[in-house]
Nanobody, 127 residues
């Protein structure tokens, strides 16, 4: 079993940076693909960034490319989403997720490919 707890959200101004953390319990977190999703009010949950289990392959939504970076610290059993040059349209609840499969060489874009989720952390960007 993997349990995930996000932190690091908050209220910031446009142009600021935030680093979201995803603290995991369970020994298999580092062996699973990881994804960050977000959901704004009235909108569907969308993929923001994803990586395969090793970090060799990463994906970023066009809207966050260059500004956001996904990473993981195996020793700390923690995932991260570094968010720079934040925009008001980045306002949402952000969720981290761990994939169903162990040691998969792929990243995944669909929420259905993840079976472990955190509770979410609110990010609000004012203009």
């Amino acid at each position: 079993q993997v349990q995930l707890v996000e932190s690091g959200g908050g209220l910031v101004q446009a142009g600021d940076s935030l680093r979201l953390s995803c603290a995991a319990s369970g020994r298999t977190f580092g062996s699973r693909a990881m994804g960050w999703f977000r959901q704004a009010p009235g909108k569907e949950r969308e993929i923001v960034a994803a990586m395969d289990w090793s970090g060799a392959k990463t994906y970023y939504a066009d809207s966050v490319k260059v500004r956001f970076t996904i990473s993981r610290d195996i020793a700390k059993n923690t995932g991260f989403l570094q968010m720079n040059r934040l925009k008001p349209e980045d306002t949402a609840v952000y969720y981290c997720a761990a994939g169903r499969r162990l040691y998969s060489g792929n990243y995944y874009l669909s929420p259905d490919e993840y079976n472990y989720w955190g509770q979410g952390t609110q990010v609000t960007v004012s203009s």
